[in-house]
Nanobody, 125 residues
């Protein structure tokens, strides 16, 4: 059974940084897509960044140049480094995984089979 567990959220002032981690267990597929999504109160869940089996990454325009998605396969961990945070980045952040071999930040949430429980990020002005 695949499990994803996020950590690293918290409260930070605008301009600050946070690094989110997503540890994944039980994933045995040879190919993968992994993504970070976020959902603010009253808004739909939106894709932030994605990375696939060949290391290709993609980012939403709103975070490009500020956020970096990466993975450490030896540690079974996905990361999202978030710099220059803005109040509009405030949301619950989720990691997601799927056995497709190509993915993009703009993929719909329903395209991912596995989800973590989320970690809250709050950015104050």
């Amino acid at each position: 059974q695949v499990q994803l567990v996020e950590s690293g959220g918290g409260s930070v002032q605008a301009g600050g940084s946070l690094r989110l981690s997503c540890s994944f267990f039980g994933y045995t597929y040879s190919s993968y897509c992994m993504g970070w999504f976020r959902q603010a109160p009253g808004k739909e869940r939106e894709g932030v960044a994605a990375i696939d089996s060949d290391g290709s990454t993609s980012y939403a325009d709103s975070v490009k140049g500020r956020f970096t998605i990466s993975q450490d396969n030896a540690k079974n961990t996905l990361y999202l480094q978030m710099n220059s945070l803005k109040p509009e980045d405030t949301a619950m952040y989720y990691c997601a995984a799927d056995y497709r071999d190509k993915c993009y930040y703009s993929d719909y949430p329903y395209e991912y089979h596995y989800w973590g429980q989320g970690t809250q990020v709050t950015v104050s002005s």
